[in-house]
């Protein structure tokens, strides 16, 4: 996906399945005022409510439909895993990779998700990358070695044409489902970094055209000064994409001029 505006819920492990049919529904009731060839929206959606919701969103522009992690085989002895092959089957169209609750709950290292990027990209899914420091690695002033080796050991492995595919999102750990989201000097300052590893490993028009997605406390209230930072191209939203109201306020906040 080239770079664009990028409006985007995870809703994590939250919504019966009466509540996201729902949710999805009273999105789709408005957001194509808001979207346009630069302007997307993307759910990422719990396993189980991934056939229904991409079937209420099929044929629908500018919205697409993720699931929030996944295995990187495509089939065999994993119980309790979710394959690319499975998701291509039910017309998933991204997926999440590496957020940190992944990293942090579930134990997922830099080689696993540089293993599961690869497998996503094979399977046409557009990878979501996620990166971000601890609150103690921010005191101790490590974001950005902290960054640097995610990105590296995570997106590094990948071909100039594959790296022009990946989305990625900043997601300050300390920032997360906390209320305290980053300024947007602090989220603008990492998002430029970012961008400029992946021209000095890559190239200035692959960094140029890649979306970086800010996440992280965003809401209604500081999503327009977020998103007017030059190297944020959208968000990637936590408990505010759980009520539609807020989340397509988000998504009306974002700058119209570059939109
Ligand atoms: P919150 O918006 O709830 O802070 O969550 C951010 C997030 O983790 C999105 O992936």
Redesign the pocket.
């Known amino acids: 996906m080239k770079r664009n505006k990028i409006i985007a819920g995870?809703w994590k492990m939250n919504l019966s399945f009466v509540e996201a049919t729902q949710l999805t529904q009273d999105i789709l009731a408005q957001y194509q005022n808001y979207t346009n060839q630069h302007t997307k929206v993307m759910l990422f959606v719990p396993f189980v409510y991934a056939q229904k919701v991409a079937e209420i969103c099929a044929e629908k522009p500018n919205i697409y439909v993720g699931v929030q992690n996944m295995h990187y085989e495509k089939a065999g002895a994993f119980t309790g895993e979710i394959s690319p092959v499975m998701l291509n089957s039910i017309g998933v169209e991204a997926v999440i990779i590496g957020?940190s609750e992944r990293r942090t709950l579930f134990h997922e290292d830099n080689e696993l998700l540089a293993k599961k990027v690869k497998s996503a990209l094979e399977h046409n899914l557009i990878p979501v990358f996620c990166v971000g420091e601890t609150l103690q690695e921010r005191e101790t002033n490590q974001t950005q070695s902290v960054i640097c080796m995610q990105i590296e050991k995570g997106l590094f492995h990948l071909s100039h044409e594959e790296m022009s595919k990946i989305i990625i999102a900043y997601?300050p750990v300390w920032?997360?489902?906390t209320g305290k989201n980053a300024t947007p000097e602090q989220a603008q300052e990492v998002h430029a970094y970012i961008r400029n590893l992946i021209a000095t490993r890559y190239s200035t028009n692959i960094a140029q055209n890649i979306s970086i997605l800010y996440?992280?406390?965003?809401k209604p209230d500081n999503s327009a000064d977020l998103l007017k930072q030059p190297d944020i191209d959208g968000g990637?939203?936590?408990?505010?994409s759980l009520k539609a109201k807020d989340f397509i306020e988000i998504l009306q906040s974002v700058p119209q001029s570059n939109a």
């Open positions: 995870n957020h997601e920032a997360i489902g996440g992280g406390s965003m990637l939203i936590g408990g505010a």
